[in-house]
């Protein structure tokens, strides 16, 4: 199929329903709680001690089924698929309802109390059960929907978008939610529903949590606007409660890719507003002070931080002419605080199609390109990008650096995981996820990591010798719910 066909079919799927992409840059692996490697941990075991919270704790699916006891709430976002076009940024990209009600948000869990081995599953607007009442719980899709990991000292993060599918898109039923697991195994340790729709991306900043949130499309305009039903959040771990950091209505849109520079305190934020118009923002997030960055016209092709060289990388996927349906001004940018520099020329460019995914690896520079359908990674070498010398996989694939390990997770053709030798320029192993749509990646120590599934509830744990599975966590229970009263 041409380039021209491909694009037009990306350009289609995405104009009615582009959220972000997780292709965007994940979480940092490995990001440290500044004062104390094991603060967050501390905080999570003060949380659970303390009789105004609720501690939920589950296993992993290689042992016993974990069942979340923490409390869930009504409204949520997220984004999906085409499967015509078989991308997982339509995946993410085709969903969207009705928008979120501010006076609905809640962000402060009930205490819930397990009268079994297995807490069972509750929502903090639930009937509280007595001997004459018994509820039945019905989930209302077979995934929470995964969208980003990220990991502090013995724990693991990760945001649900909790969406429910519908015909030609998606209905928010609930909030999005943070969940909290041990690092090495899988517990889970408690959850936390957030206060906006569509999670996109968490990270943590000198002991603080964040999460960003695109929200919904709205309806009419097929657009994300700037209001306070989308933002920043910051977790509260001790006390189970999140707040509106930074909001839309600051930001200018919905966050579409988070990246942050931890030593300073910042966040880089690629803000949504509409198909093909994403800009990026530098955000204080101690002052929560807003600035632009530079002159992109569509960040959605990636944002990676390099803390090295204090360089922000920004994909630029640029304009779509829907009549010619040829692409102009994109390229891969670098920003250092002050400068905007263009790394790519402007014609002819370098990139078979637009940029995708960036990281870096081995102190080399990396961008998967994508149409959503092909794509191909490429190299930054002597001053340029390598445009003879390339690495193709599947569809839309996204790259990441773990613990110094080049991966590339292919969300076509049922997922598939890679290591590229970023020295030799070759692929070192690949095996087959057998599942559609790996989303992100973080490294447990050396020889692990833990891959977020986004079209099925799982959390898995793979090798990174080779990429086989070894155990993985079950996360449907995490999905957006029904809750009836049974006489």
Do not use: H
Request: net charge negative; proline share 2%.
């Amino acid at each position: 199929m041409n380039k021209k066909i491909l694009t037009l079919l990306a350009s289609m799927s995405l104009a009615f329903f582009m959220s972000a992409c997780g292709d965007d840059n994940s979480s940092s692996t490995g990001v440290d709680c500044l004062e104390n490697e094991s603060c967050l941990d501390d905080d999570l075991s003060s949380a659970s001690d303390d009789e105004s919270s609720s501690s939920v704790k589950g296993k992993s699916s290689s042992s016993s089924k974990a069942k979340s006891s923490s409390s869930v709430k009504k409204d949520e976002k997220s984004s999906s698929s085409e499967k015509d076009a078989k991308s997982s940024s339509s995946k993410k990209d085709e969903k969207s309802s009705s928008s979120a009600k501010k006076d609905d948000k809640s962000s402060s869990s009930e205490k819930v109390e397990s009268s079994s081995s297995e807490a069972e599953s509750s929502s903090s607007e639930e009937p509280e059960s007595s001997s004459s009442v018994e509820l039945k719980v019905t989930y209302l899709s077979e995934t929470p929907n995964a969208a980003d990991l990220e990991v502090s000292g013995d724990t693991l993060f990760a945001v649900f978008q909790r969406y429910v599918p519908v015909t030609g898109g998606a209905d928010f039923k609930e909030p999005g939610l943070l969940a909290m697991y041990k690092l090495s195994d899988g517990t889970l340790l408690d959850t936390i529903p957030l206060l906006t729709k569509n999670p996109m991306a968490v990270k943590v900043v000198k002991g603080n949590v964040y999460v960003g949130t695109q929200g919904e499309y709205n309806p009419v305009t097929w657009g994300i606007d700037a209001d306070d039903n989308r933002g920043i959040e910051k977790i509260d771990l001790k006390n189970k409660k999140s707040e509106l950091w930074v909001s839309g209505a600051e930001l200018g849109g919905g966050v579409n890719l988070m990246e942050v520079n931890a030593k300073e305190g910042k966040a880089y934020v690629a803000v949504y507003r509409a198909y093909g118009d994403v800009f990026v923002v530098e955000v204080d997030l101690a002052s929560k002070s807003v600035k632009s960055v530079g002159k992109e016209v569509d960040a959605t092709g990636g944002l990676f931080y390099d803390a090295n060289k204090n360089l922000l990388y920004i994909g630029d996927r640029g304009v779509v002419d829907l009549t010619t349906f040829e692409a102009s001004d994109m390229g891969v940018r670098a920003y250092d605080g002050t400068t905007f520099t263009s790394l790519t020329s402007e014609e002819p460019y370098e990139f078979l199609y637009q940029p995708y995914s960036i990281t870096v690896a081995g102190g080399e520079l990396f961008v998967y390109v994508s149409d959503y359908s092909s794509g191909a990674l490429y190299w930054f070498e002597e001053g340029e990008f390598n445009d003879e010398d390339r690495i193709q996989f599947s569809a839309d694939a996204v790259i990441r650096n773990v613990n110094g390990k080049l991966i590339v997770l292919d969300r076509g053709d049922k997922g598939s995981i890679a290591e590229v030798n970023a020295s030799a320029k070759t692929v070192a192993w690949q095996a087959a996820l057998n599942k559609d749509n790996p989303y992100d990646i973080v490294a447990i120590d050396n020889n692990t990591a833990w891959v977020a599934m986004y079209d099925v509830g799982e959390i898995r744990k793979i090798s990174l010798t080779d990429g086989s599975t070894i155990s993985s966590i079950d996360t449907k229970e995490l999905s957006a719910k029904k809750v009836e009263v049974v006489e």
